[in-house]
């Protein structure tokens, strides 16, 4: 399988990155615009509306497990350890963090926004169960 196949779904996190920075520089605009809030009010999170602070927490939330994401796809990719089944569960990882910043940017439903980020959580685990195999030579 040809390892570089591993950044599409990096890619794709990437993405949804720069998706959650628009969104959330609209919502500040907008904020701003209507008068719900004063542009000093994003010098501190504390003040920034509710209209974007959801926001800016999932921006948040995009660089926390995510970094263990990165490091796996790298690594896999460095030991020749991509095949299909890690691509898939990189690939469902990803779609679990469409979902979880769907789930928080519209509704913010903490039963789905938890059960989302719990999936992307043990697929992840899943994967670095199984590079950790991959280095042992046991799924080789």
């Given at each position: 399988m040809n390892q570089t196949t591993i950044f599409w779904p990096v890619l794709a996190h990437v993405l949804l990155i720069y998706i959650v920075y628009i969104v959330l520089g609209r919502r500040r605009?907008?904020?701003?615009?209507?008068?719900?809030?004063?542009?000093?009010?994003?010098?501190?999170?504390?003040?920034?509306?509710a209209s974007s602070i959801t926001?800016?927490?999932?921006?948040?939330?995009?660089?926390?497990?995510?970094?263990?994401?990165?490091?796996?796809?790298?690594?896999?990719h460095v030991t020749n350890?991509?095949?299909?089944?890690?691509?898939?569960?990189?690939?469902?990882?990803?779609?679990?963090?469409?979902?979880?910043?769907?789930?928080?940017?519209?509704?913010?439903?903490?039963?789905?926004r938890s059960r989302s980020f719990f999936v992307g959580a043990i697929v992840l685990a899943l994967a670095w169960i199984w590079f950790a195999l991959h280095l042992l030579g046991v799924n080789s």
């Open positions: 605009y907008g904020a701003v615009r209507s008068g719900e809030a004063k542009a000093g009010q994003y010098k501190a999170r504390s003040t920034e509306p926001v800016a927490s999932n921006l948040i939330n995009q660089f926390e497990l995510p970094m263990l994401f990165y490091v796996l796809c790298l690594t896999l350890g991509v095949n299909y089944l890690t691509l898939a569960l990189m690939w469902i990882f990803v779609a679990s963090r469409y979902f979880h910043a769907w789930v928080h940017l519209t509704s913010n439903n903490l039963r789905l």
